[in-house]
């Protein structure tokens, strides 16, 4: 995935920023990236993204997840997160009252002093100010919140360490408000629905399931999710004319069978689920 989100950046950046890919060994997936940042003892969980904060090797940085694709030139995210705080996030404050968010302030122990407002955003996209000021002790809240973690009783992840529940507490204690909602910027595809999409001429056009009357056009790229880009047919059509070009008499056969595998691939799917529930259902008529 990482090496399909380089093609689509490469392909839609005039003047191509370095980037740099963050994993856990070299292959021939990492080849066509400008460095290669190999993290040591990774934990193979949403923890790995945080390593951004002290593994870049750049003043600052653009974390982007690897299962999104680049619909336009991303130079436009250096002019959005400038003049912004040391951590820049996409989402969205509420009041402390607010049903919404990820935790509720009367669970922070002595962190609820520091808070007067909630907030969510989406992990698809951090910036991060390396040689910031306010970054240090940005840190070392980030780190008495993973302390923490299972004290505060999230609404989702709360069994398992999650990035965005901890940068979401330490961004409202230093008061780093997200730059703007995400929607506005980039398409998370689990909570859009797409209206019109071409990598190549970079249409992209979705709607918000929040805000099901709007429309929204000129946005830089997809977070589809990693099961979503595995599974849905949208990633995999994209991908390929990123390979292969538009779809014409050249390659057509082979679309053909790409999408014949893939439908194949959801008939396996549907048959194994309909096949588990009638085999529980049989084990528990006969325990």
């Not at 950046?9 to 021939?28: A, M």
């Not at 970054?135 to 505060?152: G, N, W």
């Amino acid at each position: 995935m990482a090496h399909n989100l380089l093609l689509s950046y490469k392909y839609h950046s005039k003047t191509p920023t370095p980037f740099v890919i963050l994993c856990d060994r070299q292959n021939e997936w990492t080849e066509g990236f400008d460095q290669v940042v190999i993290i040591k003892e990774p934990s193979y969980s949403y923890m790995d993204k945080m390593r951004i904060f002290d593994l870049s090797p750049f003043e600052e940085t653009i974390f982007i997840d690897a299962d999104s694709l680049v619909y336009r030139d991303l130079d436009l995210l250096w002019e959005l997160f400038k003049d912004g705080p040391d951590v820049g996030l996409l989402g969205s404050t509420f009041p402390l009252t607010s049903d919404k968010g990820w935790w509720d302030v009367k669970n922070l122990g002595e962190l609820k002093d520091f808070v007067n407002y909630k907030m969510m955003f989406q992990g698809g996209i951090y910036y991060v100010r390396n040689n910031g000021k306010e970054l240090p002790a940005f840190l070392d809240t980030c780190q008495f919140v993973k302390d923490h973690y299972f004290e505060y009783k999230f609404q989702f992840c709360e069994s398992v360490l999650a990035d965005e529940n901890i940068i979401s507490i330490a961004s409202c204690v230093h008061h780093f408000i997200p730059i703007k909602n995400w929607v506005d910027v980039f398409a998370y595809y689990p909570l859009t629905k797409l209206f019109a999409q071409d990598i190549l001429s970079g249409i992209l056009e979705y709607g918000w399931t929040e805000s099901p009357g709007n429309r929204y056009k000129d946005s830089v790229l997809i977070h589809f999710g990693t099961l979503c880009a595995m599974n849905r047919w949208v990633y995999k059509k994209e991908v390929f004319k990123l390979k292969r070009g538009p779809v014409g008499l050249s390659n057509l056969w082979d679309y053909l069978l790409l999408r014949i595998n893939h439908m194949w691939g959801k008939l396996q799917m549907s048959y194994y689920r309909v096949f588990d529930k009638k085999r529980k259902f049989t084990m528990e008529i006969y325990s």
